[in-house]
């Protein structure tokens, strides 16, 4: 099986034959952390408060406010207006440009909900808070700005930094994090040197460079009792998904050549 051999650019270190799956031990929160542990991390490093459970994840509100006249004024100055609906719910509109995707339409409105026992009364709450995203490219995770209403938001970026900053540098008492959040337009980076991880990587990534791009190994990854770790956890929840420390990842590279190795000989003909 050609395309399984470890001379496709993948060489067998000899020397360390025994590092296999059977004795590679990874320590949690020293080899390895998973994204949940990074996530906590950096809610711990910029003072942010984390919630999950078994099925989802979200940062807590750093701040909420009620829109009474003065913030619905400050808000129409900044064009995001309130729009008549046939339905008479209270709507706010970004109508600033907006990012165009092709194939969808912009989301950029706001939805309030009536108060209980009111006809006319809308609870026009918004939370602030920060949603995130793992960036390769900037090796860190960037927090990116949410104003969340009572029934709908936006889930576009742009209107979610309008509302964001809107709030935020109308309130001199807004916390520290608000501001530094509203004050980053493409988003907070937290980096993995923030939190004392330079040179993490995704397990992933590590195995994308293994490969060396041989789709076969690839595939042969998604089997099972090949590799360990494996690169391509069944679930993809937040404690599945693993980032590998620098100095463990020579370890795992290690492992993974004595393990395909250890392949190719058993299928051998």
Do not use: C
């Not at 060489?11 to 004795?23: G, H, I, L």
């Not at 406010?65 to 008479?88: A, F, G, H, M």
């Not at 339409?105 to 009536?114: C, E, G, I, M, Q």
């Not at 980053?184 to 004392?196: C, F, K, Y």
Request: proline share 6%; charged share 25%.
């Amino acid at each position: 099986m050609k395309n399984f051999l470890p001379s496709d650019n993948i060489p067998v270190e000899k020397e360390d034959a025994m590092t296999t799956s059977a004795n590679l031990v990874l320590i949690p929160g020293i080899d390895t952390y998973t994204l949940l542990d990074l996530l906590k991390l950096a809610a711990r490093h910029k003072g942010l408060e984390l919630w999950w459970n078994a099925s989802k994840t979200f940062f807590k509100p750093i701040k909420k406010y009620t829109l009474d006249d003065r913030l619905l004024d400050i808000l129409e100055s900044r064009n995001i207006k309130r729009e008549p609906r046939p339905d008479l719910s209270f709507t706010l509109v970004d109508q600033n440009p907006q990012e165009i995707t092709p194939g969808h339409r912009p989301s950029n409105y706001w939805s309030f909900k009536l108060l209980k026992g009111s006809n006319y009364n809308y609870d026009l709450l918004i939370s602030l808070s920060v949603r995130y995203e793992v960036s390769t490219k900037k090796q860190g995770i960037i927090l990116l700005p949410l104003a969340i209403g009572t029934v709908l938001s936006p889930a576009d970026h742009l209107p979610n930094l309008r509302m964001f900053q809107a709030l935020v540098e109308s309130d001199r008492d807004a916390p520290a994090i608000a501001k530094e959040i509203a004050g980053n337009a493409s988003g907070l980076i937290v980096t993995w040197s923030d939190l004392g991880l330079g040179g993490i990587r995704r397990l992933t990534e590590l195995f994308h460079e293994f490969t060396n791009r041989n789709v076969a190994i690839e595939n042969l990854s998604r089997q099972d009792g090949v590799f360990s770790p494996t690169p391509h956890p069944y679930q993809q929840q937040l404690t599945d998904e693993l980032f590998i420390t620098e100095l463990a990842q020579l370890r795992i590279l290690k492992a993974w050549r004595n393990q395909l190795e250890a392949y190719r000989n058993s299928h051998a003909p």
